[in-house]
Every structure is written in structure tokens, then in C-alpha cells.
């Protein structure tokens, strides 16, 4: 009975294979364990409420979950050539399209493989609900002033679809944003792209209960907009995605803010409502239309070259 006890014990300390915590990570490949779709599935989990992350493996769309890890088909000049057609600088989203990636500092250098999706969790202390012009381009948290100093992340994407890169930060530089890099150290410098999302907050109390305690802070920032992004922020996610990943040749491994610090105490909850179907749809709607226009502009050379 008593070895009974002790080994049920040790199976409630230990990570179980349904990662009831953080998912397991090497310190000496400087990575987590499994297969980039294996990693995908346990960093994509989903996070409730409170930074409530699910027990079980994410269900991630098909086509989604074809491309993590594998070669990118996208080529850069076709990137390049359709951000021209929609009027959006390559530098604006994490950098120049042949610029590479951030590196770890370690030998042998171990490059950028995670695309950490974040939200802002901007907090209004109110019952009231979310405002309706929370994402016209003069809301505060829209403004590049709120974010141009930032040391929480390399690029910050608002909800009327601009983005901001904090202190010409670029994904060239490498940081750290999480509790895991902190904990870890500065072998984990450079192996991390983040990308903080603008998303408000309000908290959830009682009708009769004081919205802030003795410090006057607000109690919590539990409820978040719904959906957590604008189609805007989603679209320009994608392309930020499909940029990481063209300039480091193969599609990045997607991963939430919560799920890589849910084994630290006081752990994060963000992103929040964040619509993984969503974003998946609008990368695969990115690809296709970087292919026609750049199939349209093959063909136009030809014409004019004959």
C-alpha cells in the first residue's frame, strides 16, 4: 500500500503525456521534445479563462497543421512583389524579407523556430461594456506612441491593422518575453519571435463588488474582447507568419503565450479568444494570393519579353 501511495504520488509530480502543465523542453537542442507538429499541437493548446490551458493536445486545422516544420513554397521575391500590390512595407512586419532571423548566442547558434502569439491585455476598469470604436486608428491603444518603446516584444499589431516594431525592433534581434526564457536564461536568447497582439480587457466581478482593491489596481482583466482579434490583426498576423517563415525556410512553429509559461507560477493568459480556424484561413487566403499575383506578374514578364 505504501509503495502504491508513493508511486501515485510521483505520477501527480511528473508531466503526464497529456502535458497537464508546461510541455517538455531540451536545454541541450534548445527546444521542445517531439516533432515540430508534436510541439505545434502541446504549445497550441487552448487558454480559457484565467490562463486556464487545456489538458489535451490542440485539434489544429488541416492545413495548418501540413505546413509547421515543413519548407516554406512561398518565395520571397512573390512576398515581396504582392505586399507592394497592398501597399505594405516588408520591413513592417519583423524585418527586411532577407534579412535572417534571430540566432542563439551558444555554439553551435540554434536559429528562431517559435512565432509566439501574445495580446496586449489592455486593461479598462469598468462594468461597462467594451467600447464600440476600440478599433478605430486614434484609440490610444492603437497609436504607435503606446507601443514605439515597448520592451515586451518585437512587434505589436493593433486592431485597425497597423504594426509597430518597439525600439526598431527587429525579428533580427534577438529576445525574450516569456517567464520560461527569463527562467532559463540567456541560452533561450534568439530562439523566440513575439508578437504582441492589442486586445482590451475588463474585469469580471460580482454587480455589487469593488472593482479595484486596496491598492486601486483593477481585481482582474478576466474578460476579453470576442472575437479576441479584428479580421484586420488576423490577416496581418498571417503575413507576418508567412514572412517569419519564408526567411527562415520553413514554416515556424506557432506557439501561445500561456502555454509556454503555464508551469511558472503566475503564469500569463494570453492570447484569449484567439480563433485558431481563423488564422489558419487567412494564411492559407495569404498563400493563394501571393501565388496568383505572382503567376500574374510571371506572365506579364513573358509577354513583354518575347
Known amino acids: 500500500m505504501r509503495f502504491a501511495c508513493i508511486f501515485t504520488i510521483l505520477l501527480s509530480i ?7 502543465k508546461g510541455c517538455t523542453w531540451d536545454n541541450t537542442t534548445v527546444r521542445y521534445q517531439g516533432s515540430a507538429l508534436e510541439q505545434a499541437k502541446c504549445l497550441l493548446r487552448a487558454v480559457g479563462k484565467g490562463g486556464n490551458v487545456a489538458d489535451t493536445e ?4 488541416a492545413h495548418l497543421a501540413a505546413r509547421i516544420g515543413q519548407p516554406v513554397s512561398v518565395g520571397r521575391s512573390a512576398l515581396r512583389r504582392y505586399l507592394a500590390t497592398q501597399g505594405i512595407q516588408e520591413t513592417s512586419l519583423g524585418g527586411g524579407l532577407d534579412d535572417p532571423l534571430s540566432t542563439t ?3 553551435p547558434a540554434h536559429p528562431a523556430l517559435y512565432f509566439v502569439i501574445h495580446d496586449t491585455s489592455n486593461i479598462l476598469c ?12 486614434d484609440a490610444s491603444w492603437n497609436m504607435a506612441a503606446t507601443w514605439e518603446s515597448s520592451k515586451q516584444a518585437h512587434l505589436f499589431l493593433t486592431r485597425d ?7 526598431g525592433r527587429t525579428f533580427s534581434v534577438p529576445w525574450r518575453a516569456t517567464k520560461h526564457e527569463m527562467t532559463l536564461g540567456e541560452s533561450t536568447r534568439g530562439r523566440f519571435l513575439h508578437i504582441e497582439n492589442v486586445q482590451l480587457r475588463r474585469p469580471e466581478v460580482e454587480a455589487d463588488a469593488p472593482l479595484t482593491n486596496a491598492e486601486g489596481r483593477c481585481v482582474n482583466d478576466r474578460i476579453a474582447q470576442r472575437p479576441g482579434f479584428t479580421s484586420k490583426q488576423m490577416h496581418l498576423l498571417a503575413l507576418t507568419y508567412i514572412a517569419a517563415s519564408a526567411r527562415a525556410g520553413h514554416w515556424l512553429i506557432p506557439a501561445y503565450h500561456a502555454v509556454i509559461d503555464s508551469s ?6 494570453d492570447p484569449q479568444n484567439f480563433d485558431l ?3 489558419s484561413q487567412n494564411i492559407d487566403a495569404a498563400v493563394s494570393e501571393i501565388e496568383r499575383v505572382s503567376n500574374i506578374a510571371g506572365s506579364q514578364e513573358e509577354h513583354f519579353g518575347r
Do not use: N
Request: net charge negative.
Open 14 to 20: 511528473l508531466p503526464s503525456a497529456a502535458w497537464s
Open 58 to 61: 490542440a485539434q489544429l486545422p
Open 105 to 107: 548566442g551558444s555554439e
Open 126 to 137: 469598468t462594468r461597462e461594456d467594451f467600447p464600440g470604436d476600440s478599433d478605430a486608428p
Open 161 to 167: 491593422g497597423a504594426a509597430y516594431s518597439p525600439q
Open 264 to 269: 511558472f507560477p503566475g503564469g500569463h493568459d
Open 277 to 279: 480556424v481563423a488564422w
